[in-house]
Structure formats: C-alpha cells, structure tokens
C-alpha cells in the first residue's frame, strides 16, 4: 500500500517543524510547498538528510509548484505571516487573508480530498476563508488552537502539581486569541476537576486564576521570548497530532476550530470546540454543556470571532 501523502503550505518555522516530526513519526511522504524559493527545497533536504541516521522511511521534497501537492491525503496550512511583539494576532488578518486565498485555490485544483489542517493566525477566521476559498466539505478543513492552548494549560497544571503532564486533562474552548475560554471545571489532576482540588487545597483559586490567564497569553510569553517569531515546536507538535488522528482513524477526542452549525447555538462559524476526529476528518462536535459563567465566556470569544469574519468580507467582497 502506497504511504499517505502529507503536504505542507508554508516552510516556515512551524512547516519546517512539521516535516520533521512527520519524518520521525513515518506518517507518510511529505511535500514541503513554499513561495520562498529554496527554502522547501531545503528544509527537505536537510530533513531528508537525517534520515539516515534516524532510520525513517519517508519521501521528502520541497516545491513552489500546487501540482507537486497533487493528491494530497493531508494538507497543513502555515503560510503566511506570523506575530512580532507588540502585534495582535488580529492584526496579521489583512496579509493572511490573500494569502489563505491563493492557498485555499491551490487546494481546491490539486488536492480536494485532503484533510486540511490550517495553523495561520488569526485562526478562527483565517480557517473560515480558507474553507470559503477552496469549496472543501466543512468537515475536512478545521484549524488547530485548542490542543496547543490545552497543552499550555496542561504544562502550567503539571509544573503547579507537581505531577505528570499524562496525567493532567485540560479543556480549552471558543477562540484563539485573548478571548479563549479555559475551562476549570472540566480540566482534571488523575480525574479530578481543578475546582475539587482548590477545595482539596492541593492549590488556591487565585494561582488557578493565574495559570488560566497564562494559558491565555501563551502566545504572546513566547513572541515576547523569541522577538522574532512565535511559537512553533508546540504549534507543530498539536497539528500533528490531529493528522495522526485522522490518518490513523483513532477517533481521538480533540479540541480544533470546526465548523458548528446548529451546536452551541451557532449556525454556520468555525470556533474552538471539542472534536473527535477520525478518517472522516471532523467526524464529531461535542456539545457540552456550560454554566452561565461559561456560556457568557464563549459568547464573547464568538463575537471576537464573528467581528473577524465580518472583516474578512469587508476585506473581499467576494467571501460576503
Ligand atoms: P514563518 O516562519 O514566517 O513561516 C511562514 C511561511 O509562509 C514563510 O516561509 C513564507 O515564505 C510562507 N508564505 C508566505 N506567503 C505564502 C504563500 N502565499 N504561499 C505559500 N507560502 C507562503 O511563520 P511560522 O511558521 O512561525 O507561523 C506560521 C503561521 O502560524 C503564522 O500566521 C502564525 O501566526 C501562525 N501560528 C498559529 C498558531 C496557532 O496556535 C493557531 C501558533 C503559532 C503560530
């Protein structure tokens, strides 16, 4: 049987990242596609190159070309332009935009049954054009956030308990951005949710409310480290957990910016929800129930995300 071939839009730091992981983890052969000449030429090479050492079977190339991601079986969208300090990941809508448009096109012509993945910021809107532009299934494009910022939230839990990151469940809703919405009473220490621990007095309300607001501003703690950049090992490791889950057909519970429409009292917008995602993509979204507290929460991260939407279509009449 054929390997699986996995294309990935954008050589940057995270596309780089991405193709070495997927390497590793033989996921499949992989097509590093870029507009930056040389640049997916050779990230691949280099890649290609630790093979050897690292015992991998794995094609590996690099591209400017969309017929080169022909076929396709999944496709990772990084291209475009990532944070500086002091920028908003909002602030990167107007440039992203025309770019998820060329992206979305090229997807459309030469890979139309793909699996697509997008990671371009400002996520959730940047993962609703692209779906416009290429015309996929809505299940078979969605974005990744949620299990990055549930991996933050993780790793903050597990540093404050001192226990295992394995052990600790985290859920993260809505938007990603500052509006995204952590949720306590469903993020558990070895099945106990964080609440039951304040009262426990393994930690206090006010340090949860502390990592909760870290796990808001994750982004932003790297981009202020980096300088240059924003994250992109974590970033790449949660995409390529969600193409594990749909080239594997695990079924795996997921958060991921999917397309609600009729859960959550939505109809028709791509936000962060949980997901189970399996060889038919999104296969699932798992309307949970929230408290008042929560749903008021969530309607505000939908707004922040319906304000983006609305200016996507300001930006290109075509999308209104
Ligand atoms: P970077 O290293 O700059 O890579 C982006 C790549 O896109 C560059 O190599 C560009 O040449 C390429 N590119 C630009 N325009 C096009 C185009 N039209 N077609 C193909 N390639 C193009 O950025 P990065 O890899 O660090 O980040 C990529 C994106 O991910 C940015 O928008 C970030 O903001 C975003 N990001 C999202 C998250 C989420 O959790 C959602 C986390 C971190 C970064």
Redesign the pocket.
């Known amino acids: 049987m054929a390997r699986p071939k996995i294309a990935l839009?954008?050589?940057?730091?995270?596309?780089?990242?991405l193709a070495h992981l997927a390497a590793l983890k033989e996921l499949g052969d992989i097509v590093l596609?870029?507009?930056?000449e040389g640049?997916?030429e050779g990230k691949a090479l280099d890649i290609a190159e630790s093979g050897p050492s690292e015992g991998f079977d794995a094609a590996m190339s690099g591209t400017q070309s969309y017929e080169d991601i022909a076929g396709a079986d999944v496709c990772i969208v990084?291209?475009?332009?990532?944070?500086k300090p002091g920028m908003s990941?909002d602030d990167?809508l107007g440039?992203?935009l025309?770019?998820m448009k060329?992206?979305g096109e090229?997807i459309r012509d030469h890979a139309p049954d793909a699996f697509v993945i997008?990671?371009?910021?400002?996520?959730d809107a940047?993962v609703w054009a692209l779906r416009e532009f290429s015309g996929l299934p809505h299940e078979k494009v969605c974005?990744?956030?949620g299990v990055?910022?549930s991996a933050r939230f993780r790793h903050f839990l597990s540093t404050e308990f001192n226990v295992s990151m394995r052990d600790v469940t985290a859920f993260v809703l809505g938007g990603?951005g500052d509006t995204m919405v952590p949720l306590a009473r469903y993020s558990t220490v070895g099945g106990i949710p964080l609440p039951d621990l304040v009262e426990m007095g393994w930690t206090t309300q006010d340090k949860l409310d502390a990592i909760v607001q870290r796990t808001r501003d994750g982004?932003a703690e790297?981009v202020g480290l980096l300088k240059t950049?924003?994250?992109?090992y974590?970033?790449?490791t949660?995409a390529i957990e969600m193409a594990e889950a749909f080239l594997k057909d695990q079924k795996r519970v997921l958060p991921c910016?999917a397309y609600v429409d009729g859960a959550y009292g939505l109809d028709g917008f791509y936000v962060g929800v949980p997901t189970v995602i399996g060889a038919g993509g999104v296969e699932k979204v798992v309307n949970i129930n929230m408290n008042k507290d929560e749903q008021a929460m969530f309607d505000k991260s939908v707004d922040a995300v319906k304000g983006l939407v609305a200016a996507c279509k300001e930006i290109d009449p075509s999308l209104a």
């Open positions: 839009i954008g050589a940057g730091q995270i596309g780089g990242t596609f870029d507009i930056s640049t997916p990084t291209a475009g332009v990532p944070r990941r990167l440039i992203n025309k770019v060329s992206v090229g997008c990671i371009t910021n400002p996520l940047m974005g990744m956030a990055l910022d990603h982004g790297i950049g924003s994250a992109f974590a970033p790449a949660s910016a």
